[in-house]
């Protein structure tokens, strides 16, 4: 069903006469237009987008469907005239971004209306991916991917983590990924214990553990991948965490399906992790919902109830950390689908370099 469509039926179940989306990855979800300033309103039948003078063409192409307004007197004057020409009482804001000082001059400015805090409706639509998402995710993780085929022949021992970094992002931009998908993470040695060990100056050196977490923005949607390597040769103990990750991965691959909770999946891998005896060592969530954002829903925690359904794209990421001594994570994204999952990365899984 039509996105807006949606959104329709959800403000008449909310009882609202409309929604202002200020959020720019849901203003550009529900209208196409990606300059960076504006504002969407969503009434029972159109789009209004209100926007500033730089954006006036661009906001005419993408947003076709749209309203286009351009502020000539200031945002709250354009607002103001598009409340009282539509006849809005009852509006709803987005809780999660809508600021302190944006909620007080709104209701300074327009003492008739209503402001109603509310989760934006966009968030939980984004959940499951069109085919046209799916295929920007896709060309986001091949990026990604190949980012890493390069660096596994890459590392070596006398190289710091900021270099590896480095190699990772310029190769990953080389390939048309437009920025990072977030701070790059390269952690050695000890510092492989942080689960967000951001790179340093760090030398690497032979036989130690490194967790690489990367990703690349392609089209708006984000990757995200995690490999822990060694450089050189490994110890028993340094294959044994290893393997229990990697076990505890997998599983949820064979396993994940639709009509799963979330934290169903997150106890598929939490298990295997708690019977090998390091449940304390993996103190965070198995994976999150990635897409026009890097983190966003559903987020694969142990206590979310929420249903997988087919189309969901999301991380599975268990790991384990051992203070002082080190850690490894493994990361892949998958869709969910209508039988299981389909794993993206296509990259190899193994510990020696
Ligand atoms: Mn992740």
Redesign the pocket.
Known sequence: MNKFVRVQEWLKEKGLDAFLITKGVNRYYMSGFTGSNGYLLLTSDNKYLLTDFRYKEQANEQANDCDVIIYKNGLFESLIDVFNKNNLKVIGLDKDDVTLALYEKLNEYVSEVIFVPEEDPCNNLRKVKSAQELKLLKQAVEIADKAYLHIMEYIRPGLTEMEVALELEHFMRKLGGSKNAFETIVASGKRSALPHGVASNKVINYGEFVTM?FGTVYQGYHS?M?RTLVVGESTAHQREIYDIVSKAQMKVIEKIKPGMKVCEADEIARKIIRDAGYGDNFGHGL??GVGLEIHEQPILSPRNKTILEPGMVV?D?PGIYIPDWGGVRI?DIIIITNEGCEVLNNTPKVLCT
Do not use: K, P, S
């Open positions: 977490d995200d995690t994976g999150h991380t990421e990361e």
